[in-house]
């Protein structure tokens, strides 16, 4: 039973939690690591040699079309869709593999690193109500998948932003997720820096654009102004 691991970056130099991520896989059996790379810089590139990895550099904005590739590409019997500044307890791997006839997709518990009263309400309700209730999981939940499903609907799909949600949607039309006790911490990383209020706001309003159609390009460029996160604003 192969794990493929799939983590799409872009300026992630200095994203701690990402090299951290790569170490605390080092230990694992039987998983490959897959790094979906856009227009990284070189001091990521040096850094990135020092584990084993596969590593393509895509000049694919859309993280979706990233993720996509990676999981095109991958060997494995389950693709785990991995969140770049997510930390995943590594039980889960293990978990996962022991399992693998019990589920056909689903997501870890989503946590943030940082803790603030309104993150741990934001949790709670990405794990409980978006999630057990609405069967919608985030990216930084870490999603994984049966590759041979993925197949199936031609894998992550190609939007620039809610591209996680649109897979969930895709996805629980045929089957029921489940989602697993192992936690993923995620950094609040927009929250921080863009504010909790007016970082809520973006999100309801983005959400709102989604629902009625509007592009998805042009939301994530709303959504990557001045961050410049998972994509090239």
Known sequence: MLISIIIPTHNDGE???????????????????????????????????????????????????????????????????????SLIDIRAIDFLKEHHQSFHWGALTHNFIEKRWFYKFTSWYSNYIRGD???????????????????EINHMPPHEIFEDTVLCNLLKKVYKPIRIEFVSQTSAIRFEKNGIVFQSCMNFILKLCFAIGISTKKMNEIYEKGLNLNSKK
């Not at 990135?48 to 996509?68: E, M």
């Not at 609405?134 to 197949?151: G, S």
Request: hydrophobic share 35%.
């Open 133 to 151: 209730i609405r069967k919608i999981y985030y990216l930084d939940h870490c999603i994984f998948v049966k590759k041979h499903i993925l197949d």
């Open 15 to 85: 994203n701690n939690i990402f090299f951290q991520t790569l170490e605390n896989l080092r230990s694992l059996k039987n998983i490959e690591v897959i790094v979906v790379d856009l227009d990284s810089k070189s001091d990521f590139l040096g850094k990135i040699k020092n584990y084993s990895i596969t590593y393509y550099s895509v000049p694919l904005q859309s993280r979706g079309k990233r993720l996509s590739y990676g999981s095109k590409r991958a060997n494995g019997d389950i693709i785990l869709y991995h969140h770049p500044r």
